[in-house]
């Protein structure tokens, strides 16, 4: 009968194996989840940060493009003619657009003009915005550099006036060729999305 009893109340080695088996199967389980848990955290903080990034590009090239001002600008190296306004498909050195702007602000007052001449590049599979503190930059004259957006396949974009659009739009001083209306960019990403966001130029004017 005492045999019989510690058999009863005992823990076979199989009994023991199986538990042990068990708990490992939940153990990886639940490293596995929490694996899958921080990756999908880290994902969402990525594609937050990419939001981010984007909706402050688009807002600034919405901010520039309606404030454009229809005024020559020279070229800092002085090796191209004065434009009113320059569109590219881009060009080899990564120039998508260059014009002037107004309303530029100034909080500290400083003595200058509230014009500034800005470009768009993209260079590098980035979107990148240089800015110089005047309408005509001399070569000492320095210029700012802000990457809006990276991980670019490409960029597409074209210009347009009513119906008509156009890869390439150049507006020369002599005001015979009237200034694009609107620009439309098309941003392919690495993975393969595209966004397509329009602007009005200068109010569409």
């Not at 990886?28 to 903080?45: D, F, N």
């Not at 600008?73 to 569109?87: H, I, N, V």
């Not at 702007?101 to 599979?125: A, F, H, I, K």
């Not at 309408?135 to 597409?156: F, W």
Request: proline share 7%.
């Amino acid at each position: 009968m005492t045999i019989r009893l510690r058999a009863q109340a005992g823990v076979t080695l199989i009994e023991t194996l199986v538990a042990l088996f068990v708990i490992a199967l939940m153990a990886t389980a639940g490293a596995v989840m929490t694996g899958q848990s921080l990756r999908g955290a880290r994902a969402v903080e990525t594609r937050g940060d990419a939001a981010t990034n984007l909706s402050s590009a688009l807002a600034m090239l919405s901010a520039d493009l309606a404030a454009y001002a229809s005024r020559p600008s020279q070229d800092a190296t002085l090796s191209d003619p004065p434009f009113a306004f320059e569109g590219y498909p881009p060009r080899a050195d990564g120039r998508l657009m260059i014009f002037v702007r107004n309303g530029w602000q100034n909080p500290t007052g400083s003595p200058r003009s509230d014009l500034q001449r800005v470009e768009y590049l993209y260079t590098n599979r980035s979107l990148i915005r240089r800015a110089w503190s005047a309408p005509d930059p001399g070569p000492a004259t320095p210029s700012i550099d802000q990457t809006l957006l990276t991980g670019l396949q490409r960029i597409d974009i074209r210009f347009g006036r009513g119906d008509t659009w156009r890869s390439e739009w150049r507006v020369r001083p002599d005001g015979e060729q009237p200034g694009p209306q609107k620009a439309e960019l098309v941003f392919t990403f690495g993975d393969g999305d595209t966004l397509t966001a329009r602007y009005l130029i200068g109010g569409g004017a």
